[in-house]
């Protein structure tokens, strides 16, 4: 059984900074992508960054130059440092990890930019 735990989200004023984080557990011999996605209340869940086994990483739009993906394989940890955090990245983001085939998600972690 494998299990993805995130960790890191909160209230965080426009233009300030959160880092959130994503352990995976269980049984696994290797990670292949792992990402993130976020929701929005009322939308569907997007992409907003993700990260190869090598390290290549692809970013949304919206994000691009604000937002970092980075991971530590040794750890099966995927973080995700966001920057310059405005009132439209408030969602619920969740974590996801290709694990042996398969899709594994994480519970989600609340993320609201308000001043």
């Known amino acids: 059984q494998v299990q993805l735990v995130e960790s890191g989200g909160g209230l965080v004023q426009p233009g300030g900074s959160l880092r959130l984080s994503c352990a995976a557990s269980?049984?696994?011999?290797?990670?292949?992508?792992m990402g993130w996605y976020r929701q929005a209340p009322g939308k569907q869940r997007d992409l907003v960054a993700r990260?190869?086994?090598?390290?290549?990483?692809n970013y949304a739009d919206s994000v691009k130059g604000r937002f970092t993906i980075s991971r530590d394989n040794a750890k099966n940890t995927v973080y995700l440092q966001m920057n310059g955090l405005k009132p439209e990245d408030t969602a619920v983001y969740y974590c996801?990890?290709?694990?042996?085939?398969?899709?594994?998600w994480g519970q989600g972690a609340q993320v609201t930019v308000s001043s």
């Open positions: 269980g049984s696994i011999n290797s990670i292949n992508a």
């Open positions: 996801r990890a290709t694990i042996g085939g398969y899709v594994y």
């Open positions: 990260i190869s086994s090598g390290g290549s990483t």
